[in-house]
C-alpha cells in the first residue's frame, strides 16, 4: 500500500471544511472487498483473461480505451527555495501517478498527479470557484485554513492542497514547477 493515507485524510479535510461530499458520499463506483474463500457463503471472484482491462478511476471517469490515460507529467517544486522539507517516506510517485508532500513549521504542501488526484474533481468542478492554474481552467477551495487547487492538463488530473499559504502562494509554486521524469522523482525520494 502506497503512503497515501494522510493525503487522503488532507483531502477529506479540506473538502469537509467546503462541506463538499468527501469519503463515502462519494459517486465512484464501488469494489468489492476480497474476502477469504473458505468463508462460508465466500464466492470466488470471476478469473481474468488476457483481455481483461482494469479501468482506474481516472479512466473510467474519460472512458478511456486499452490504451489508457496519457503519460502522467511529473512536477517537483522547488522546496529548498519556499523553506520546505520533503516528506518523502509519505510520498511516491509511479506509472499511475505521483504524491510529494512537504513542509515546514506552520505550513504543509501535497502535490498530486494522476489517477488519485481524479478522486475530488467533481466536487471541485460543482462547488469550486474557476480560477486558471498553469494556464489551464481550474477550481480552487478556499477554507480558513488553507486552499486547495484542482485543474486537469495534459488529459491527467492534478491537486494542490496547502495549509498556511494563501491561493497566490500556490499558483506562484505551481507557476514554477520543475518538470520530471518519474525516475528522476523517485531518486529525488530515496535516503
Not at 488532507?10 to 463506483?29: D, I, K
Request: hydrophobic share 45%.
Amino acid at each position: 500500500m502506497k503512503p497515501v493515507f494522510a493525503l487522503l485524510v488532507m483531502a477529506t479535510v479540506l473538502l469537509a471544511a467546503c462541506n463538499l461530499p468527501g469519503g463515502s458520499e462519494s459517486s465512484a463506483p464501488t469494489v468489492p472487498v476480497a474476502v477469504d474463500p473458505s468463508a462460508p457463503g465466500a464466492q470466488s471472484a470471476p478469473a481474468a483473461t488476457p483481455e481483461t482491462i482494469i479501468y482506474m478511476p481516472q479512466q473510467m471517469r474519460d472512458g478511456a480505451s486499452k490504451e489508457g490515460p496519457p503519460p502522467v507529467t511529473y512536477f517537483w517544486p522547488d522546496a529548498t527555495a519556499l523553506g520546505m522539507a520533503v516528506l518523502a517516506d509519505r510520498s511516491y510517485a509511479d506509472n499511475l501517478g505521483f504524491s510529494l508532500e512537504l513542509e515546514k513549521p506552520g505550513v504543509s504542501l501535497v502535490l498530486m498527479g494522476g489517477d488519485i488526484a481524479s478522486a475530488a474533481w467533481d466536487a471541485a468542478v460543482q462547488n469550486g470557484t474557476p480560477v486558471e492554474i498553469r494556464g489551464q481552467q481550474g477550481y480552487v477551495f478556499s477554507p480558513p485554513s488553507g486552499v486547495s487547487l484542482h485543474w486537469v492538463e495534459n488529459g491527467n488530473y492534478y491537486l494542490a492542497s496547502a495549509l498556511g499559504m494563501n491561493m497566490e502562494e500556490v499558483l506562484a509554486l505551481l507557476a514554477k514547477m520543475e518538470i520530471v521524469k518519474q525516475t528522476d522523482f523517485q531518486t529525488r525520494l530515496a535516503p
